[in-house]
């Protein structure tokens, strides 16, 4: 058992300034920053691609200097609301984790593919707003980047206890930390005021039937990320695919073509490996 | 205490700006432009010191770019000039002063101090959006007036506003509508980012500039973001059930249905305006037509059936 | 029909997808077979990906692909709802190799 202090811990995360990228997203960074007459949709495309990108552009739009703290859950609200300019300026300031690149690129794979799969979803549920389930999608594993990024030597041995042990990658950390990645995303994203369903579904995605406010949203999600890693698309710390939340499962009550439309969905939207790394 | 903001890697200035500051002004020092640009975002400082290396004003370029929004734009910036630095083209020294290095000991401080008073003058901005307000908007119609110039001219405003302030009281009704000046303000700027204007009048009267050719565009782009966007301002169950309770002018228990925005728009081409007058009484006039449609629409005198949703 | 970079498109391949230009103006429509003229005229659009006809590449085996499933599907066998979800992956995975 962890002898991690919570309070220690969370005022670690509460700390955190921004988070990296993996370098493949920075190459092409400064051609989207030079391009002269980009649009608000390009850069918000963009953006959207990248979970530390998306949370830094959150975090700004979402800070008391705008004025409306626990609103904008999307990237194109967040960049009509920025505008181009502020945009700009917040990528330049982007910094690359050079150190654990390839555990990087795969839960970045990872999470690219969950937003995919939870924005497919989504739309056959018919949401108002896919893009907004689509960003808890990408971000719903940001407690990961956050504790490799704070502990990269406590999380890989994590990683390795849940390779060794066959026990999931959620209770290594817990083992270790004596919190998991879902308490740990959570925690930075309240301190960035994102808005309560977005923080919900980082907490719950896991345990979907704790999800109050966002029931539909978290189980979304679940159901997004057991699909991807049923599918094999990136690591997020683990082989193994979980079980799946009987009542999130029978809440979406999805068809096997409303299924099969989400893995070919993923499947041609998945960027070569290359391009990611 | 004031804050100011040094952007500068040379050891013997910061020194000599910490002694000559210490006690007078809090100074943050970066030595480079992105570290400073985070720090600026998070807590806007008083004042932007800048050490120009050579003829390179890459940073004064980032800065002024950032200066083009509301929120950033009473931002003043000094920049600290090498002495072979070449001043005879002002379009690439676009700061509010500037100090030689050579005069850095004698002048440094009565710099900052003149600085940052002249930025706190009085300038007529929306202390709520920080957008201009009443009188740049007419400067801004009479030049393009008196230049003949074609600009199409959009005067946007919420339906339903005062419901919601009811409702949910001053602080959200105020989220809205900073919310609805940023959006205006991001839309139209990334359309045209030269020449475009955005003004906010008062209460949710919002006012834009932009070209002919644009305007239906950016009208258009506008109602979709704020339809998207107003539904979560409002608390779950009224979002879904799509109207709020409250009452009306009389007094009376109503209904009242989720906010939109109704946008009149006039242009000179289909009919020139000799007189500021001219064009805010037509524009009104059409904002008035674009209320009487249910939800959120935008109505251009050049074509009357035009829909806008 | 995968998207792939215009740095491993080769003659031969057919459009999924029209490229279009930044105005919106379709260059090359659906269906389009490309020469190697065409693809060098994409990546000088500046360009990084194109829906290219045909089922995705696959880099390792079918028998290769289903093993791994199986793996991945190994802690929860004969639990609720899971064997539905690994039939359904399986036959998603068996169709990209047709």
């Known amino acids: 058992m962890s002898n991690m202090d919570l309070k220690v811990l969370r005022h670690k995360v509460e700390n955190i300034n921004t988070l990296p990228t993996v370098p493949g997203v920075l190459k092409r960074l400064s051609v989207v920053i030079e391009k002269p007459r980009i649009t608000l949709v390009e850069i918000s495309a963009f953006i959207?691609?990248?979970?530390?990108?998306?949370?830094?552009?959150?975090?700004?739009?979402?800070?008391?200097?705008?004025?409306?703290?626990?609103?904008?859950?999307?990237?194109?609200?967040?960049?009509?609301?920025?505008?181009?300019?502020?945009?700009?300026?917040?990528?330049?300031?982007?910094?690359?984790?050079?150190?654990?690149?390839?555990?990087?690129?795969?839960?970045?794979?990872?999470?690219?593919?969950?937003?995919?799969?939870?924005?497919?979803?989504?739309?056959?549920?018919?949401?108002?707003?896919?893009?907004?389930?689509?960003?808890?999608?990408?971000?719903?594993?940001?407690?990961?980047?956050?504790?490799?990024?704070?502990?990269?030597?406590?999380?890989?041995?994590?990683?390795?206890?849940?390779?060794?042990k066959s026990i999931s990658i959620f209770d290594a950390e817990k083992n270790q930390f004596n919190a998991t990645h879902a308490n740990v995303g959570s925690w930075l994203a309240e301190k960035w005021h994102f808005p309560r369903n977005l923080i919900e579904v980082i907490e719950c995605h896991h345990r979907p039937a704790l999800a109050k406010n966002a029931p539909l949203e978290t189980a979304i999600v679940?159901?997004?990320?057991?699909?991807?890693?049923?599918?094999?698309?990136?690591?997020?710390?683990?082989?193994?695919?979980?079980?799946?939340?009987?009542?999130?499962?029978?809440?979406?009550?999805?068809s096997s073509s409303d299924i099969k439309d989400v893995l070919r969905e993923m499947e041609d939207n998945m960027e070569s490996a290359e391009d990611i790394s | 205490m004031k804050t100011i903001v040094i952007v500068c890697r040379d050891i013997i200035l910061n020194n000599s700006i910490e002694r000559s500051t210490k006690?007078?002004?809090?100074?943050?020092?970066?030595?480079?432009?992105?570290?400073?640009?985070?720090?600026?975002?998070?807590?806007?400082?008083n004042l932007i010191v800048i050490n120009v290396i050579h003829d390179d004003p890459i940073?004064?370029?980032?800065?002024?770019?950032?200066?083009?929004?509301?929120?950033?734009?009473?931002?003043?910036?000094?920049?600290?000039?090498?002495?072979?630095?070449?001043?005879?083209?002002?379009?690439?020294?676009?700061?509010?002063?500037?100090?030689?290095?050579?005069?850095?000991?004698?002048?440094?401080?009565?710099?900052?101090?003149?600085?940052?008073?002249?930025?706190?003058?009085?300038?007529?901005?929306?202390?709520?959006?920080?957008?201009?307000?009443?009188?740049?908007?007419?400067?801004e119609v009479r030049e393009r007036i008196e230049k003949n110039k074609d600009f199409a001219f959009g005067y946007a405003d919420l339906d339903y506003f005062k419901p919601f302030n009811d409702c949910y009281g001053f602080s959200r009704g105020d989220e809205v509508i900073k919310m609805t000046g940023r959006l205006i303000f991001g839309i139209?700027?990334?359309?045209?980012?030269?020449?475009?204007?955005?003004?906010?009048?008062?209460?949710?009267?919002?006012?834009?500039?932009?070209?002919?050719?644009?305007?239906?565009?950016?009208?258009?782009?506008?109602?979709?973001?704020?339809?998207?966007?107003?539904?979560?301002?409002?608390?779950?169950?009224?979002?879904?059930?799509?109207?709020?309770?409250?009452?009306?002018?009389?007094?009376?228990?109503s209904q009242f249905p989720v906010m939109g925005i109704s946008i009149g728009i006039t242009e000179t081409r289909s009919r020139p305006f000799s007189h500021y007058g001219e064009v805010t009484e037509l524009?009104?006039?059409?904002?008035?037509?674009?209320?009487?449609?249910?939800?959120?629409?935008?109505?251009?005198?050049?074509?009357?059936?035009?829909?806008?949703? | 029909m995968p998207k792939i970079p215009v740095s491993k498109l080769e003659p031969g391949m057919k459009l999924a997808k029209p490229v279009t230009a930044k105005s919106g103006m379709v260059m090359l429509g659906e269906g389009t077979e490309l020469t190697a003229t065409w693809i060098e005229r994409i990546q000088d659009m500046g360009i990084t990906n194109v829906f290219v006809a045909g089922p995705p590449i696959q880099t390792i085996s079918k028998e290769e692909a289903l093993d791994n499933l199986n793996t991945r599907f190994s802690h929860v066998e004969g639990k609720p709802y899971m064997n539905v979800i690994k039939k359904i992956v399986k036959e998603h995975i068996e169709g990209l190799y047709e």
């Open chain 1, 48 to 164: 959207a691609n990248d979970p530390a990108l998306t949370t830094k552009v959150l975090k700004m739009v979402n800070s008391a200097i705008y004025g409306f703290p626990g609103r904008i859950a999307s990237v194109s609200h967040a960049t009509m609301l920025l505008g181009l300019n502020i945009i700009k300026g917040l990528l330049l300031g982007v910094s690359v984790f050079e150190l654990m690149q390839k555990a990087m690129s795969g839960l970045y794979e990872h999470s690219l593919a969950c937003a995919i799969a939870s924005r497919v979803i989504a739309q056959k549920k018919g949401l108002k707003e896919p893009e907004e389930v689509s960003v808890a999608g990408l971000l719903h594993d940001i407690g990961k980047v956050i504790l490799t990024l704070e502990f990269p030597t406590e999380y890989q041995a994590a990683m390795n206890e849940a390779q060794g």
């Open chain 2, 59 to 139: 940073a004064i370029n980032i800065i002024n770019d950032i200066k083009t929004d509301p929120l950033f734009y009473q931002l003043p910036v000094l920049a600290i000039l090498p002495d072979q630095f070449n001043i005879d083209h002002p379009e690439t020294l676009m700061v509010e002063d500037y100090i030689w290095r050579s005069d850095f000991e004698r002048d440094f401080l009565a710099r900052v101090n003149l600085s940052i008073f002249r930025s706190e003058k009085n300038v007529e901005i929306n202390p709520l959006t920080r957008l201009p307000g009443n009188i740049s908007i007419g400067r």
């Open chain 1, 222 to 254: 679940h159901m997004a990320d057991l699909l991807v890693r049923a599918r094999g698309f990136g690591f997020a710390g683990e082989i193994f695919v979980p079980e799946v939340n009987a009542i999130a499962y029978e809440l979406l009550n999805l």
């Open chain 2, 283 to 309: 524009a009104a006039e059409m904002k008035k037509f674009a209320k009487q449609f249910k939800g959120s629409c935008f109505k251009s005198d050049r074509r009357q059936d035009k829909e806008g949703d």
């Open chain 2, 188 to 253: 139209v700027k990334a359309k045209q980012p030269q020449g475009s204007f955005v003004g906010h009048i008062g209460g949710d009267d919002f006012v834009f500039i932009i070209d002919v050719d644009l305007v239906e565009e950016a009208a258009a782009e506008i109602i979709k973001a704020f339809d998207s966007l107003i539904t979560g301002c409002y608390d779950r169950e009224d979002s879904t059930q799509g109207f709020i309770q409250s009452f009306d002018r009389k007094g009376k228990a």
């Open chain 2, 23 to 45: 006690g007078l002004y809090q100074s943050v020092i970066f030595n480079k432009m992105p570290s400073a640009l985070d720090y600026i975002y998070n807590s806007i400082p």
